[in-house]
């Protein structure tokens, strides 16, 4: 480790996180990397710090406390060293290992690609982890937001996010469009338009297993009841419906005891309401109109149903799946009104990266916005939180943005850390502060008789309400 990022020296009294055997050390008084982040970023930081480091003194009375260390990137690395993710600031976030982030800005159509994608590959932080839970008192736009309690798993390193494309017009798309038409799609109907830009979709079985690996552990390890694998595998069939039956394969290979899938379910519950239930029958009740499937479609289903009943009949059946962590699917257009409408049916939600992006916002305004949406994007050995929010550009300086995602990302990382007090005294001041309607004016529009807090005045009343 270096003693100085950047030319900025390590603040002194700190120690840096270790990690080894799998589990992360943490001595009483962390260096924490910081990136303030561009636009509302500055705001919200200064707001967060300071109710970050008001909670830690209240709940460890100065035995804890963190070294706040400032990273740079984005617009302020650009300003100051003329590079937009300095080398140094990545090393920074790699030797000490957990930082805390603000939003950065990503040109659209042209100009640098996303800083903070680039800090996700670089560091290999493969799962985006995304809880979108209600606090009480904040106004929603759907008449039970409490009913939705739910972890959103993110594959955060590949998909259309990995950044392969080619810009319509150049050598390279009209390169790998010939190569496309003349070649791969020769002896098909299907050509590509000569003037189209050309992204590409990796989706891998090394990344979509680890990222279900983890949701499936931490959906075992806080005792939730479900985990749904969000796809859109009916059309893009070779990545994300792959992602679907890689994900399974996972749950069933690595989990076997703790888990059951959906379709195992049906087969299984068949059998416990009729212990006679022959396996074609079975098998016509889980698939309805099997009767006129092909002849190998209907072996196929026969060998399925014998295949669950000869493997896990006796440790799942007779109601003991009841018990199990449920593993289905879902459609990815499907579970966007699937989580409005039916919310207390999911739990876990583990999705690839632009169903993952595009899910978090969407079910966040469900409990209120995204003034309230935490994340953490974690790696084997390293962890960045940050709020799934961007700048928000129009109300940058105007110390009037809702903190509360990035101060919920701080409650993630506390909770991270082992220190549960600091996390629990800034998770119920934050809400409390909500109750008496002093709040921002994202939630302040949408409230009977709330006073419109500026964001360093939200950040004052959390404090004094701890
Ligand atoms: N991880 C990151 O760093 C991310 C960065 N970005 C980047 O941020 C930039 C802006 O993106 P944009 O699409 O405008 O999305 P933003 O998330 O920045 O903002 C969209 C709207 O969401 C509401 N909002 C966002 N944050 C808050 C908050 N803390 N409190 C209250 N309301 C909030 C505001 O709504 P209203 O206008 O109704 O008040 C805002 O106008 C882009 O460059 C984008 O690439 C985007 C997402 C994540
Ligand atoms: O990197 C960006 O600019 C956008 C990222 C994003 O929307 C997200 O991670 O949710
Ligand atoms: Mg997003």
Not at 369 to 384: K, Q
Not at 421 to 438: D, R, Y
Request: proline fraction near 4%; aromatic fraction near 10%.
């Amino acid at each position: 480790m270096q003693n100085s990022y950047n030319g900025f020296p390590l603040p002194e009294g700190g120690e840096a996180i270790q990690y080894a055997g799998g589990k992360f050390q943490i001595p009483n008084h962390p260096i924490i990397p910081f990136i303030e982040g561009d636009g509302t970023g500055r705001d919200i930081w200064r707001a967060s710090q300071r109710v970050f480091d008001a909670a830690v003194e209240k709940a460890y009375g100065g035995k804890r406390s963190v070294k706040w260390y400032e990273i740079y990137a984005g617009e302020k690395a650009y300003r100051q060293f003329g590079t937009w993710l300095p080398d140094e600031s990545v090393n920074a976030a790699r030797d000490l290992r957990v930082s805390i982030k603000g939003p950065l800005t990503t040109p659209v159509g042209g100009g640098i690609r996303s800083l903070n994608v680039a800090l996700r590959q670089i560091l290999d932080l493969y799962a985006c982890v995304r809880p979108v839970k209600y606090y009480s008192g904040v106004p929603s736009p759907v008449k039970h937001p409490e009913k939705l309690d739910i972890v959103l798993f993110r594959e955060n390193t590949e998909d259309v996010y990995a950044g392969i494309e080619f810009k319509q017009g150049t050598e390279d798309a009209k390169r790998i469009i010939d190569f496309l038409n003349k070649d791969l799609l020769k002896n098909t109907k299907k050509r590509v338009r000569e003037d189209s830009g050309v992204g590409i979709k990796p989706i891998s079985i090394f990344g979509t297993k680890r990222l279900v690996r983890y949701a499936i552990k931490h959906a075992l390890e806080s005792g939730r009841k479900t985990v749904t694998l969000v796809h859109k595998g009916n059309i893009q069939k070779f990545t994300e419906g792959a992602f679907r039956e890689w994900g399974y394969e996972v749950a069933v290979d690595e989990f076997r005891d703790s888990v059951v899938t959906e379709r195992e379910s049906w087969i299984l519950g068949n059998k416990d309401a009729n212990a006679d239930l022959s396996v074609e029958q079975n098998a016509a009740l889980i698939e309805p109109g099997l009767e006129f499937g092909s002849d190998d479609f209907r072996k196929e289903l026969y060998a399925e149903v014998k295949h669950v009943l000869e493997t896990i009949g006796a440790t799942h059946g007779n109601g003991k799946w009841k018990q199990k962590l449920l593993i289905n699917d879902r459609i990815a257009d499907s579970i966007f009104q699937q989580i409005i409408i039916r919310p207390e049916d999911y739990s876990v939600l583990a999705a690839p990266n632009l169903n993952g992006d595009y899910i978090s916002d969407a079910a966040a305004a469900q409990v209120g916005g995204l003034g309230i949406a935490p994340g953490a994007n974690i790696g084997d050995g390293y962890a960045v939180f940050e709020a799934t929010h961007g700048t928000a550009p129009k109300y940058a300086d105007k110390d009037v943005i809702n903190p509360g995602s990035v101060l919920l990302s701080g409650v993630m990382m506390f909770e991270f850390l082992g220190w549960g007090e600091a996390a629990k005294l800034i998770e119920s001041s934050l809400e409390k502060t909500i109750q008496q309607k002093f709040v921002t004016y994202d939630f302040e529009r949408q409230m009977q008789g709330a006073t419109k807090a500026k964001t360093s005045e939200f950040a004052t009343r959390m404090i004094e309400n701890m």
